[in-house]
């Protein structure tokens, strides 16, 4: 046989063993089935080689993915190219997954063996991983099982591709439920309240107006001509609300308590409820289905088209299906029956419910319910993979229905598939056009969006800077009342400025002036609030504030002099 090597894949990695005497173990099932529980024989004849641990848990839900989805990962194909002697003869490697080993054979070009004794040597190895791996038990490796099966499972359920096709499915099987229900509980409320007034039930044959007006009439014997009103609201029909009064006023049922009557009506109350509920679920489907599968509904309806595709299982699976399958989806069990007793195969399955079955002849029923089929198949797939969801082919296909079943029954001549095709498909170029258009409208749009808030953080930050100068500028005049302080108090106490203190105030003097001017220049008639102690400005020049000198006594007192700006300097500087 040559050599054999088996692939175990563990919740914490992959596991590579060689089997020893691999071709007594062929011929010997019985013996290796019976010796796998017995540590000491299974380990003489199967061997380990080595082992790859998955870096996280995200690594193991990666590897766990491929594997399902037959993929070769990348971790896999540099273990096995390792370990595995690929370049001899005669090797061979046992799998447990045929999607697994036909990827190892395509990429690494290995013959795998999927039955013989490798299931049973793989079930030996579940049984002993954990002695022939150092760091391995058996709670460490269950936990890692139940920690990946939740991930995996719930990755499936997130990443589902069906996950839209499924609220499909539940609301056409609740839908079907609910008409069941309804007309059981109908059925039995018109059981009910028949012993009270059982002429209702002729008078009234729809069910839903039976429940309504039981809901409204209650005791018969408070039915007057002023009911009329009140009963045409729920009839909607003025003759049938006169004959129910006049049938309550010799009705042959017989009397009824309040408190039955009250569960009577407590019971039409709800059965009423389902009705309203009914109406809601079949707008919610209508719209999924509209959305999900546009074409196929416009072809044979949300109903038909609902139930097909919960039938398959999915919107994708009913595309895989070929039309003659459509056709009889929904008759397995009359199918088989008649493969069975070689009797006539069923025509058609669940397009039965369809209009254009009904309207057929009944020697053309076969073959209209052929041609339906071929055009839902054709509108599953175009739902199915169409990046644009639309109607128009729908539409179309259900035009061509329309033609063959005229023809079928008086002849009238239509046009071929190409053409109606044709016109379909210069309608969808149209139809992409304008959304390329659109598509093209809104990026400038957004583009323009783009250009705007860089353009408003442009300015914001310009903003920002300028309000960071005036700050400046406010600190600057902080600094120069700080020098005009000390330039004043280095003044002489008493007597006249000697000359270089004449030039010390008259340079300070005239840089005040010129930092004025600069800033009334840099804020644009923007004035800032200066302190009350600023006493140096222009105005205070012009001699409308005081200036304040302190002078130090012997005693170390401190005295205050106001004198006027104006007047001080005269005194001094013309000196």
Known sequence: MGRLYVLFELASGYSLFYVDEAEEAGMLIEQVEGGITNHAKFSSIVKFVAFLAFKNAVNALENLNAISEGILSHDLELFLSTYLPINE?????????????????????????????????????????????????????????????????????????????????????????????????????????????????????????????????????????????????????????????????????????????????????????????????????????????????????????????????????????????????????????????????????????????????????????????????????????????????????????????????????HPTNAEAMREALDEFEEMLKVVKYKEKVVDNAVDDCDMVDEVVKKKKKKKRKHEDDVDTTVDNSVLEETVIEQTVDELPKKGKLNVKSKDVVETVVDAIVEDDTYVEKKKKKKKVKESADDSMDTSELNGTADLTVESVDLDGNSTKKKKKKKEYFKAHLTC
């Open 89 to 413: 003869d005669k090797v061979f490697l046992g799998v447990s997954e045929s999607k697994l080993a036909a990827a190892i054979g395509d990429v690494l070009h290995v013959s795998c063996i999927l039955g013989g004794a490798v299931p049973e040597i793989l079930r030996g190895l579940r049984y002993h991983s954990h002695t022939y791996i150092k760091g391995l038990t058996t709670a460490s490796g269950d936990t890692a099982r139940l920690s990946l099966g939740h991930s995996y499972s719930r990755n499936k359920i997130k990443f589902n591709v069906h996950k839209v096709d499924n609220m499909i499915i539940q609301g056409i099987c609740l839908l079907d439920q609910l008409d069941k229900d309804i007309n059981t509980f109908t059925m039995r409320l018109r059981e009910w309240y028949s012993y009270h007034f059982p002429e209702l039930i002729r008078i009234i044959s729809d069910n839903q107006l039976f429940v309504k007006a039981v809901r409204q009439i209650g005791d018969r014997e408070s039915l007057n001509d002023d009911s009329v009103d009140d009963l045409i609201e729920v009839v909607e029909d003025k003759d049938k609300c006169l004959e129910i009064i006049a049938a309550s006023k010799s009705s042959m049922g017989m009397e009824i308590s309040e408190v039955d009557l009250r569960n009577i009506q407590l019971f039409a109350v709800r059965v009423v409820s389902l009705v309203d509920y009914r109406k809601t679920l079949h707008t919610y489907l209508s719209s999924k289905m509209s959305s999900i599968a546009p074409n196929l509904t416009s072809l044979i309806g949300e109903f038909v088209g609902a139930r097909l595709i919960s039938h398959a299982g999915s919107l994708t699976n009913l595309a895989k299906y070929p039309a003659s399958t459509v056709q009889i989806l929904g008759a397995e069990k009359a199918l088989f029956r008649a493969l069975k007793t070689k009797g006539d195969t069923p025509k058609y399955g669940l397009l039965f419910h369809s209009t254009f079955i009904g309207r057929a002849s009944a020697k053309n029923k076969g073959r209209i319910a052929r041609y339906l089929s071929n055009k839902c198949s054709i509108a599953s797939r175009i739902d199915c993979f169409s990046e644009h969801s639309n109607d128009i082919f729908g539409v179309r296909m259900r035009k061509q229905v329309e033609d063959r079943l005229k023809f079928y029954e008086i002849g009238d001549p």
